[in-house]
C-alpha cells in the first residue's frame, strides 16, 4: 500500500503563490516518479508538474513559468510553489505517485486531494 500525505493548500489570495508538499515513504520518494496534477468540477485531471528520481522535471502546459517543483530529501517530499494564482484554476490538487517503472508490481497511486480556494 502506497501513502501520500499530502499538506498544504487551503485559502490563496488572487496572485499570490500556492505551496503543496506530498510526503511519502523513502522507496517511494527515491524510486517513482511523483508529482502534483488538479482538477476542477466536470473537468479531467490535468499535470501540474511531475519529477523523477533523478530530478527531471516536466510542467503542465497550463503553469509554464509560474511553478517549481522540488525535493526535500530530509522529509521525503516533493513540493510545489505555483506563482501568480489565478481565479479560474482548478481547486482539488492531487498528489500521485507513478511507480510502474520502480517495481515489478508497481502502479499509479494517488492521494486523497487537497482543496485550494483562490480569494480575491
Known amino acids: 500500500q502506497v501513502r501520500l500525505t499530502e499538506s498544504g493548500g487551503g485559502s490563496v489570495q488572487r496572485g499570490g503563490s500556492l505551496k503543496l508538499s506530498c510526503a511519502s515513504h523513502i522507496s517511494v520518494f527515491s524510486r517513482c516518479v511523483m508529482g502534483w496534477w488538479r482538477q476542477a468540477p466536470g473537468k479531467e485531471r490535468e499535470l501540474v508538474s511531475i519529477i523523477s528520481p533523478n530530478g527531471a522535471t516536466t510542467y503542465g502546459d497550463s503553469v509554464e513559468g509560474r511553478v517549481a517543483i522540488s525535493k526535500d530529501i530530509p522529509k521525503r517530499s516533493i513540493d510545489l510553489q505555483l506563482d501568480k494564482v489565478k481565479d479560474e484554476e482548478p481547486d482539488i490538487y492531487y498528489c500521485?505517485?507513478?511507480?510502474?517503472?520502480?517495481?515489478?508490481?508497481?502502479?499509479?497511486?494517488w492521494g486523497q486531494g487537497t482543496q485550494v480556494t483562490v480569494s480575491s
Open positions: 500521485q505517485a507513478d511507480c510502474r517503472k520502480a517495481w515489478v508490481s508497481g502502479g499509479v497511486y
